[in-house]
T-cell receptor
């Protein structure tokens, strides 16, 4: 069964460093997402991406964040200068269509900023 | 702004009995609702969905009920099994946007 894959599974970084989280969405999906879950809190939307551009983003997704689909298969989330409060599980998701379809999530990357 | 709410953080049910998980929403533009199951340190796994044109959708042991007038949906699991023990998230989306709005989750424990 097709699945969304994320690497790495765990990333530890020092505050102020840049990190890139990687995702390979399901191949025939057109809409891509990043969500995050801070420990003990709800799953929060960060950004959606379609047709090589951001289609929607939340207030969390500020100038420190960027997304890219560099080669037609990978979908990356970059955090330029990490803060302690960026520590969370980051989930990539993809879906075939924008409306009335489920999103499939990856296993997540646990980002720890020290 | 908490547009999707799950007011019960946890629920314990005996194996074989029915589990009922509840979810409320505030945005009348939501027209598609989903339930996801999540184990610790894993991503959410899609369980079942329902469109606003329906009031019930069933898939095996899982049934989702939607009450649009009350802005309420529920997930019924019958019979509950120990492997169902996980955190269940309700999510909603509107056809005017892209994202899913998630509730805070309900941790279900099925006791053997």
């Amino acid at each position: 069964e097709p699945e969304v894959t994320q690497t790495p599974s765990h990333q530890v970084t020092q505050m102020g460093q840049e990190v890139i989280l990687r995702c390979v969405p399901i191949s025939n999906h057109l809409y891509f997402y990043w969500y995050r879950q801070i420990l003990g809190q709800k799953v929060e939307f960060l950004v959606s991406f379609y047709n090589n551009e951001i289609s929607e983003k939340s207030e969390i997704f500020d100038d420190q964040f960027s997304v890219e689909r560099p080669d037609g298969s990978n979908f990356t989330l970059k955090i330029r200068s990490t803060k302690l409060e960026d520590s969370a599980m980051y989930f990539c998701a993809s879906r075939t269509d924008r409306i009335r379809t489920e999103a499939f999530f990856g296993q997540g990357t646990r980002l720890t900023v020290v | 702004d908490q547009q999707v709410k799950q007011n019960s953080p946890s629920l314990s049910v005996q194996e074989g009995r029915i589990s009922i998980l509840n979810c409320d929403y505030t945005n009348s533009m939501f027209d598609y609702f989903l339930w996801y199951k999540k184990y610790p340190a894993e991503g959410p796994t899609f369980l079942i969905s329902i469109s606003s044109i329906k009031d019930k959708n069933e898939d095996g042991r899982f049934t989702v009920f939607l009450n649009k007038s009350a802005k309420h949906l529920s997930l019924h699991i019958v019979p509950s099994q120990p492997g169902d023990s996980a955190v269940y998230f309700c999510a909603a989306s509107a056809n005017t946007g892209n994202q899913f709005y998630f509730g805070t989750g309900t941790s279900l424990t099925v006791i053997p």
